[in-house]
């Protein structure tokens, strides 16, 4: 069996070699400690491989557990073009059950394996080369009596002696296999030994043409994405990967980030795949939610950084032109969109694009006001977010034109009281302070801003809500005042709710005093 030709509707892909997917996840990936998925999260898993037209399912163990064989053949049943395949030891009564597990498929496949390195032969297999090498013969040929696609496995090829090696694989080629997996089980090799394994194999062994050669890198030393890199630049054209690089240990080669190195990098790797990339977002999702696996942030293609920016000189860059720092577009992988993330580290012309997508332009000098606060926001808060900045602006807007404001607070609480604040207030430019006490720290904020400024409102109104999620969250205060039946609410906010509080409370003050000034003119 040769490898597929590329696709006549692809023209892009016309003078490059296709690269078949062989999708792991709900197999060596489900073997991650803890991450069990049920057989209708594997039925929805299916249908999205499916829909993202990945090539093999490796849908699972059938001999290993009642469930798993009823997981492989209910998607045998319901898959439509991809191939359905579940894994067997050489023994034929895994193969016999792995055999009626893909039975209702219409393109199934038995992927069969035996270890071949001489530390799993003698103590985990406990046979010699000789038992070894009769076992893939009788492996593959009764797994031919079943599908006509049969891939065979060195397991721990990579730590296998190559003659050894290259034997076994040609009892496997002339048993009818027709896809050879040369695994690194262990995580153990390097892009430039695998790569070179691969290429040897190829040279060496007789009728390699006739099959299609697969790698399984496990990603021990991180290595397992350009691990299988490297054999496909040697003449392997099937990855075997994992969505999130789910799987033993470290893991496998992630799926999305083997997809999509190929396809950002087709000018020096002239190879493609029929990966939909635009739902590999969706997948990456699908998977952490399933095995209770979070995606690490920085995790490349699928990660919640992967296309945000928080850099001032970056978000500079990318305002400028986008590939100064994506080489590709998250559209791509299904993200929406380059997120500019707000932070300490942004710039103006950052901080000024994000107050226009969100509705505010700003003249230069109100600008660089809202820039400075945002910038004292982001020193006191790890994470700004859009609900933060919103808070900021229409609380800079609001006392823009304010008689009375807040420039310093104190509050001393606890457990033993009273409570008390320190406050000091600009009114019509003259500074003010005084220390008051009362019973809890709202109170006695407010009790100093009463004696600083006096009046006869009365509060109506008291309530304090987060912005946005976390401990370091801003608080959002809101405050109504009455008096002679005008009221007003004025809102505050701030990562301090005490700060968000007093400036709540002068806020609703300001506006209690223009309405009664419009009212005494009326």
Sequence with gaps: ????????????????????IFDTTMRDGEQSPGASMTIREKLELAELLQEMKVDICEAGFAASSEGDFQCVSQIAELARDMVICSLARSTLTDIDRAGEAVRKAKQPRIHTFISTSPVHMKHKLKMGPNAVLEAIGASVTHSRKFVGDVEWSAEDATRTEFDFLCKAIDVAIQSGATVINVPDTVGYSHPAEYGALIRRLIENIPNSDKVIWSTHCHNDLGLAVANSLAGVINGARQIECAVNGMGERAGNAALEECVMALKVRGDSMPFYTEVVTQKLARAS???SSITGFPVQYNKAIVGKNAFAHESGIHQDGMLKHRETYEIMQPEDVGVPSTSLIMGKLSGRNAFRDKLESLGYVLEAAALNDAFKRFKDLADKKKHVFDEDIIALVDDQLAGAQEKISLTKLRVMAGTEGPQSAEIELSIEGEIRSTTATGNGPVDAVFNGIRQLCPHTAVLELYQVNAVTEGTDAQATVSVRLADQG????????????LVAS??????????LEVRRAKAMAA
């Design 1 to 20: 069996m040769t490898a597929p030709t590329p696709s006549t509707s692809d023209k892009a892909a016309s003078a490059k070699e296709r690269v078949l």
């Design 285 to 287: 999702k699908m998977v």
């Design 486 to 497: 005008l009221v007003a609410t004025g809102k505050a906010s701030d990562p301090d709710t």
């Design 502 to 511: 007093a400036r709540a409370y002068v806020h609703a003050l300001n506006k």
